[in-house]
Every structure is written in structure tokens, then in C-alpha cells.
């Protein structure tokens, strides 16, 4: 069936430094994702919405410029946070909408910032 | 391990028929437990949730109940509408390394015709 990959799994960076998060779909295009944030004893909250040759649409109260997101093409999404802090670490996971409507999420990043 | 099984789909009903999705779950602990709803082509919203045993969430016309004897959390409707067409995802909580994420079930795709 169709899967949606996330990479890394986990990643620790220090601060003010950048990191990418991928989002791929294995099997099938995706011309638009998602991107959440899972907020400590939160739930998850949705960040942005990442679309195919256009620029994301980022929800309220999320920073486009700390939070930089490409949908190069129909099969990769990258979340980039830049100059990370602490506060930034959290757990981050995308999801994609196949043609025939079904939604698939990737398996999450951990993001830890030292 | 922790884990979320909710009934495979699609669930097709007609208009003012009856809904129930069922959840269960495998967790360490005591963990919080949710349903996300993700309409066609947007991004997922939390639905109701639920952070201890015989607690019971609701939202628009939906509840569930927090049932840790039976490990369930079943989600239920009494009427449905055609809007409430989309796919639904039983979650729960875990603590991790950078904070609390979440398990989610596969999705249960709900149909509802007039």
C-alpha cells in the first residue's frame, strides 16, 4: 500500500544551527502535504500545508521564515527549521492525500536542540 | 509496545444512520486518547479527546468514552450528516525524548450519502 516516509526518524542539533526534515511519498504523488507539530503534552497541531510548486501555506502563529518548507516535486516534502532553539524540539510528522482520498502519515521526526 | 487498532473502512451509511468507529489500543500507562478528523483535501483536526478512564469526549454531535477495562475508545454518532464524509484516526499519547507524540490507528474512511 502507499507509504509516506519521513527522514530522520531522530535528529539532536545544536543550536542556531539548521535542520532538514524529508517527507517522501513511496508509491503515489502527493501534490499537497502536511506538516505537524506535536506541542509537549499537547496535541498535534497542524503547521502548514505544503503544495506541489507553490509556496506553503503556514498556519496561524507559525513562523514561515524559522519553518522553511519545499514541495520540489510530487513525491518530497522538506521542513526546514532554521537557527533551532531549544523550544524548537519537538516531534514533527507529515501526512499526504493520495488520488483516491486516502491520507497517509509518515512515521515522525524527534527533534532535540542542545 | 504501544499501539492503536481501529476498524478498516470505508464505512458507507446513509443520512441519519447511526455511526460507530471502533478503537482499541495497547499502551504503557495510562495514556490520553484522541480522534482526528481529516476532511477531503485538508489538514487533520482534532476531534474529541480523552485523558482518563470513563471520561468521555464529544464534539458536534460525536462522543466517545474512555473505556481502560476494555482498552477501547470507541467513536460514535447518533445521526449522521453528508459533511460528516472523511476519514477518521484514533490516537493515543506516548512520552517521548523530545516531548509527547502520537499513535495513531490507520484511518477509518466514513461515507455518508443523502
Known amino acids: 500500500g502507499a507509504v509516506v516516509s519521513q527522514h530522520p526518524s531522530r535528529v539532536i542539533c545544536k543550536s542556531g544551527t539548521s535542520v532538514k526534515i524529508e517527507c517522501r511519498s513511496l508509491?503515489?504523488?502527493?501534490?499537497?502535504m502536511f506538516w505537524y507539530r506535536q506541542f509537549p503534552k499537547q496535541s498535534l497541531m497542524l503547521m502548514a500545508t505544503s503544495n506541489e510548486g507553490s509556496k506553503a501555506t503556514y498556519e496561524q502563529g507559525v513562523e514561515k521564515d524559522k519553518f522553511l518548507i519545499n514541495h520540489a516535486s510530487l513525491t518530497l516534502s522538506t521542513l526546514t527549521v532554521t537557527s533551532a532553539h531549544p523550544e524548537d524540539s519537538s516531534f514533527y510528522i507529515c501526512?499526504?492525500?493520495?488520488?483516491?482520498?486516502?491520507?497517509?502519515f509518515g512515521e515522525g521526526s524527534w527533534l532535540t536542540v542542545v | 509496545g504501544n499501539s492503536v487498532t481501529q476498524m478498516e473502512g470505508p464505512v458507507t451509511l446513509s443520512e441519519e444512520a447511526f455511526l460507530t468507529i471502533n478503537c482499541t489500543y495497547t499502551?504503557?500507562?495510562?495514556?490520553?486518547l484522541f480522534w482526528y478528523v481529516q476532511y477531503p483535501g485538508e489538514g487533520l483536526q482534532l476531534l474529541l479527546k480523552?485523558?482518563?478512564?470513563?471520561d468521555k469526549g464529544s464534539n458536534k454531535g460525536f462522543e466517545a468514552t474512555y473505556r481502560k477495562e476494555t482498552t477501547s475508545f470507541h467513536l460514535e454518532k447518533g445521526s449522521v450528516q453528508v459533511s460528516d464524509s472523511a476519514v477518521y484516526f484514533c490516537a493515543l499519547s506516548v512520552k517521548g525524548e523530545a516531548g509527547t507524540a502520537l499513535i495513531f490507528g490507520k484511518g477509518t474512511t466514513l461515507s455518508v450519502s443523502s
Open positions: 508509491d503515489f504523488q502527493a501534490t499537497t
Open positions: 480523552a485523558t482518563k478512564a470513563d
Open positions: 501526512s499526504a492525500w493520495t488520488a483516491g482520498n486516502t491520507i497517509y
Open positions: 499502551a504503557t500507562g495510562y495514556p490520553s
